[in-house]
């Protein structure tokens, strides 16, 4: 099933979950799977490692999640490494596998690389090549609350975004965001400026004091006061910050739902606990199933 038709009956939920390492064994990434699916989300993506040499086990866990039978897979696909030929050929094992969406991507470059080294530069690019070719795919996009790390300015930001619509992206993702502000004003400005798809919001629980600070600055996203307050109150015990991070999240769900999100998109982190007690305490379900 298209995953934009479930994000057109309601609000969704999902997760997303990284192949392990080539040399490393699946076995615990399928156990987690199989904890994420009693939480019945409506889809489960998978992240792709451009370049990377763990690329081939995107397709591994894309295929377990479609045959599961549990959820739609949704597979990340990157411009970054792949010629025409190479989409060409992951369009025809992704249709081999039963996938019938992907989450279309320029890619990280890996360092000291600063180009895609294939055919295509951006997202707009690769998405618009997949439809020329194929019906078969919900395409998403990616979006940044507070722009692109390279974006020279949020007004460029959004007439990528813009490109990608025009291209045939059917909804968009968010970059993770902790502050609901700038989320905000992100949606009123892109829905000014012309962009009409559904926007799932990402969300990384906020669980470890140093994985905060590493994945918000790498990816250019800022720390609200109310995050850095958690910081400095509960930084030294792991514990407290858990339980304080965990409180944090599940109130920013809560208000990303409120604020007319079409989805939340858990970023997993492949540990199963964390997610399942967000989902229980935001009752993410529950308002999924009321807005049915
Ligand atoms: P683009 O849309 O190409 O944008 C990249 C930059 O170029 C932006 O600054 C944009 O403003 C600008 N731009 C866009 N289009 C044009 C254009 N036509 N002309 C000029 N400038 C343009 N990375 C991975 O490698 N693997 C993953 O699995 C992965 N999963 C992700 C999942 C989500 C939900 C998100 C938000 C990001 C993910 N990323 C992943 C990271 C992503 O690949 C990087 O952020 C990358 O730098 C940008 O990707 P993009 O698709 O937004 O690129």
Sequence with gaps: MKIIDRIQSGLTLSFEVFPPKADKPLEPLHDTLEQL????????SCTYGAMGSNKGRNLEVVRSIQQSGKCEALSHYTCVGNSREDVLSALSDYTEA???????????????????????AHANELIAFIRSQTSRFSLAAACYPEKHLLAESMDSDIDALLKKQDAGADFL???????????????????????????????????KKDGLVRMTLSNGCSIPAEVASLV????????????????????????????????IHLYTLNRFEDVADLVRDAGIREKSENSR
């Design 173 to 207: 993702m968010t970059q993770l965001c902790y502050s609901v502000e700038n989320y905000l004003r992100f949606i009123d400005r892109a829905r000014k400026r012309g962009v009409t798809l559904p926007i799932v919001a990402g969300v990384l629980p906020l669980l």
């Design 98 to 120: 039963g996938v019938e969406n992907l989450l279309a991507l320029r890619g990280d470059f890996p360092a000291g690389v600063a180009e895609t080294k294939g055919d295509f």
């Design 37 to 44: 699916y009693s939480l019945n989300p409506d889809f489960i």
């Design 232 to 263: 400095g109150r509960y930084g030294a015990e792991e514990e407290s910050f858990r339980a304080a991070g965990h409180e944090f999240t599940v109130s920013l769900v809560q208000r990303l739902i409120q604020e007319g999100a079409n989805g």
